[in-house]
């Protein structure tokens, strides 16, 4: 009789819909014991990290047609993913289409998925007519080859090599430098990364059981060694204030102490050191000023506060799926909800995730929170290092951290005993993936979690998205409305004008009118905050000859350059391809190069040129993607503007999310239907929203009266108009109604299929091809293209799209999508894929048309 095999489901990051058989180490008893593990494994030539997510049916040596692989390695003591993680990512895999192995390795941190390298080494140096002869002949492999000449002494990877190259492959290259001996190729596997360990310094038990006997010491060491009298008063402080003994390394910071000190008063056994785990992503505020004024958990709670309090807190107790969708106003209070539904989890000895949208651009809520739980909370970001989000990782894993903000991504946070989990500001588009796959809603993710997870969940928001508010009017979520401001504070008082109007009576100054500058002056004077609100950056839309009508366009894309004038250069925002500002232009010569339209640096420029006119000193402030690249630059210009060091705070939509100061009483956007005309059919949805929370940021104080001011060309738009007044609800029976005439979510999931390629024949032959896989538009889909894009050609690649609208009263559960779809492209990667195309295949899609 055969041995029996035992044989594990490994899923691995290769784009592939199934999962690979392999066979554990000899001896292992239980294949279940490695569900959720992660192990190192072969791959043809590769050695990559996979998740073992099922056991495999006991196989006989006489079962297998070919001989299975051997696991390499188990990376993992215990599992990385839980059972109910496995099921999430499972269901992200298949509702997203994407591939199991890729959305496992997109919840860990990048230090968790080692694989094998290959890299590059040049080992013979061309002389410089060899190097020009083979420029003429081949000048892609010279120029590999130059790029290596150019860091000789140094492996470089093929990614690296690629990208630099600006080409999808230099295999060939790659083959013929290697056969004639020009250089090496070998490689290597990743290290696991393993915890940062640093040294801790703890005092001698019998100096802290005796009071009397360490101020003795103290005495002492103040007399003979001031320098290990401040090292080991640093460390009483530490002890004393966090409970926990130091870092050796913060405190010989702290102090300027160096190690001969140290070990003074180890030698004389005063003190002791220890090892431990150093966690990176640890911060204290204790070196910045913090934007949270107070203890926000000990403010009395409204009634309706209170109301929504309670029914979240019910939910909680019951450890059942509970979706809620909570509706209030701008300036509402719905954080001090979210803190007694979080103090109340902690308490129950649950776990809380706390989503937000882009959570480097919100430091004013992370403060509000880290004042009530200090110390208790792990921050999931894009702008953590590596190793920062490594230690963050496993701070929450093994159970340490039981508090989690974060971005999109934090969704696949692996907490334990999940209780809560709070999606703040549920609207937001960013919490949408747009790349690499796979491309999840982190909201809806969320909610498919939290029933996994059998836990609550609440969604907040002053304007709700149509989908989720559509699901609460459909019984899916419980709504919860919170329709007055807190701390008695009212909104504000709104004004439109109408600048298309303005224009013609000589009102306008620039891009102001001159009713809002009269009102920036009045509260420069008052000493009061005003933001202003552009969703534009850069200094002007674009620049156009006055005497031929050119426009500079982008060389990879088919947008025209927005001029940044601070650098004097031209930039793509989609591409990032910059030139210098051209003075003439390259068709006639022409020297007059009219600046069309404006962004956040003219709006800066104009109003403080308008203001030294007026003879008013003031300080402007600038916050958008521009200003705020650096690490800590928004928490720098928040604080400034908080402190009132920044009379006047110029931004992007960063200016509308989050912010809550009690010293702005003005707010204008300047042009409010920017948004409007875009060809993306919830352009009405997102300038209600825009307007409505930008307008939320003014009069938040009850002693001090807000005022906005929204500067239009359609003041008549009932986007614009349901936002002036306030009224979500007439704006979503409107828009509602406009969405269920055209099959548009929420009555349908809105599916974006994206081909590209460098080459425009390729990119029609190959998307022509995929249309006639699908079926034809009927009762379940609605199939619409090949299309040519608003915007042909992006980053050097022509594309063209399909859209596939699943109407969601036919197919509820997204199975028919599901099958055609998987079906078609399994049909194309077996009988026309290439990698001269690419395809992209977006569910739920945020894409632009």
């Not at 403010?299 to 309706?304: A, D, I, R, S, Y």
């Not at 993710?445 to 939290?450: F, G, L, T």
């Not at 992209?840 to 945020?846: A, F, N, Q, T």
């Amino acid at each position: 009789m055969d041995n029996l095999l035992n044989c594990v489901q490994v899923a691995l990051p290769v784009p592939v819909f199934h999962s690979f058989s392999y066979l554990l180490p000899e001896g292992t008893e239980s294949e279940a014991d490695y569900i959720g593990k992660r192990v190192l494994v072969p791959f043809g030539k590769r050695t990559l990290t996979g998740v073992v997510i099922d056991k495999s049916s006991s196989l006989t040596l006489s079962d297998t047609k070919f001989k299975l692989k051997h696991i390499i390695e188990i990376l993992d003591d215990s599992p990385a993913f839980s059972a109910s993680m496995l099921e999430f990512t499972k269901w992200m895999s298949e509702y997203y289409l994407a591939f199991h192995g890729e959305t496992l390795k997109a919840a860990l941190p990048q230090g968790l998925t080692p694989q094998s390298q290959i890299v590059v080494e040049t080992c013979f140096i061309p002389s410089d007519n060899q190097l020009g002869e083979m420029k003429k002949r081949a000048p892609k492999r010279a120029a590999l080859l130059d790029e290596l000449l150019n860091h000789l002494g140094r492996v470089l990877t093929i990614g690296y090599l690629e990208k630099k190259l600006q080409t999808d492959s230099i295999a060939v290259q790659l083959d013929w430098l290697k056969k004639h001996d020009f250089i090496k190729i070998n490689q290597f596997v990743e290290n696991d990364s393993k915890p940062v360990i640093k040294q801790i310094a703890n005092i001698d038990s019998k100096l802290l059981e005796d009071e009397n006997i360490l101020r003795s010491v103290f005495d002492s060491l103040d007399k003979s060694a001031p320098k290990q009298a401040l090292l080991l008063g640093s460390i009483y402080v530490h002890l004393a204030n966090d409970g926990d003994a130091p870092f050796v390394s913060d405190v010989l910071r702290e102090t300027r102490t160096n190690r001969q000190a140290l070990n003074g008063l180890i030698s004389k056994n005063y003190i002791n050191l220890s090892d431990k785990v150093y966690n990176r992503s640890a911060k204290s505020n204790d070196d910045e000023e913090t934007l949270s004024t107070r203890d926000e958990s000990k403010l009395p709670l409204t009634n309706e506060q209170q109301f929504c309090t309670d029914e979240i807190i019910n939910a909680i107790d019951k450890s059942e799926y509970s979706p809620f969708l909570m509706h209030g106003i701008t300036g509402s209070g719905k954080t001090l909800v979210y803190i007694h539904a979080i103090k109340h989890t902690i308490n129950c000895g649950k776990s809380v995730l706390l989503m937000v949208p882009e959570i480097s651009l919100t430091p004013q809520l992370i403060d509000r929170f880290q004042r009530i739980f200090p110390k208790r909370i792990s921050v999931l970001h894009s702008r953590m290092s590596e190793g920062e989000r490594l230690d963050s990782w496993r701070s929450i894993h093994s159970g340490e951290s039981k508090f989690v903000i974060g971005a999109r991504s934090a969704v696949f946070a692996p907490l334990k005993n999940l209780g809560l989990i709070i999606i703040d500001e549920e609207h937001e588009q960013s919490y949408k993936q747009e790349a690499p796959s796979p491309r999840y809603q982190g909201r809806d993710s969320a909610v498919m979690r939290a029933k996994i997870e059998n836990c609550t969940i609440v969604l907040g928001s002053a304007t709700p998205s149509m989908e989720s508010m559509f699901n609460a009017k459909s019984g899916k979520y419980k709504l919860l409305e919170i329709r007055r401001r807190a701390d008695g504070a009212r909104l504000p008082i709104i004004k439109v004008v109408n600048t298309f109007e303005m224009l013609k009576t000589g009102q306008m100054m620039g891009a102001f009118s001159k009713e809002l500058f009269n009102d920036i002056k009045d509260r420069v004077e008052k000493k009061e905050g005003t933001i202003l609100f552009q969703n534009r950056r850069g200094y002007s839309v674009l620049i156009e000859c006055a005497d031929c009508a050119t426009i500079p366009m982008c060389k990879n894309c088919s947008v025209s350059l927005t001029l940044h004038k601070r650098v004097n250069q031209l930039r793509c925002h989609y591409c990032g391809y910059v030139v210098p500002a051209i003075k003439s232009c390259s068709v006639c010569g022409g020297t007059k190069m009219k600046e069309v339209g404006s962004g956040t640096q003219r709006i800066e420029e104009e109003l403080s040129d308008l203001l030294k006119k007026n003879n008013i000193e003031a300080r402007i402030s600038r916050m958008d993607m521009d200003t705020t690249r650096k690490r800590g630059s928004h928490r720098s210009i928040l604080t400034s503007f908080a402190a009132g060091e920044t009379d006047i705070l110029v931004g992007t939509q960063m200016v509308a999310k989050g912010l809550d100061f009690e010293r702005v009483t003005l707010v204008g956007a300047l042009h409010a239907d920017l948004q409007l005309f875009m060809p993306d059919f919830r352009a009405s949805e997102r300038t209600f929203q825009l307007i409505t929370q930008v307008s939320g940021r003014s009069g938040r104080s009850a002693s001090a009266p807000g005022e906005v001011i929204i500067q239009t060309n359609h003041p008549e738009n009932s986007a614009i108009s349901n936002a002036i007044n306030n009224d979500y609800d007439k704006f979503y029976e409107a828009e509602t109604k406009c969405r269920l005439d055209a099959l548009f979510p929420p009555y349908s999931r809105f599916i974006y299929i994206e081909f590209s390629s460098k080459y425009e024949d390729k990119v029609i032959e190959h998307s022509d091809y995929f249309s006639k896989k699908l079926p034809k538009s009927n009762n379940y889909i609605n199939v619409i293209g090949p299309n040519i894009p608003s915007i042909e050609r992006l980053k050097g690649y022509y594309r063209r799209i399909i859209i596939v609208k699943s109407i969601k009263s036919k197919d509820p559960s997204g199975r028919y999508y599901k099958d055609i779809l998987s079906k078609a492209i399994e049909l194309y990667k077996t009988e026309k894929s290439t990698n001269l195309v690419y395809i992209l295949v977006d569910i739920d899609s945020y894409s632009q048309i």
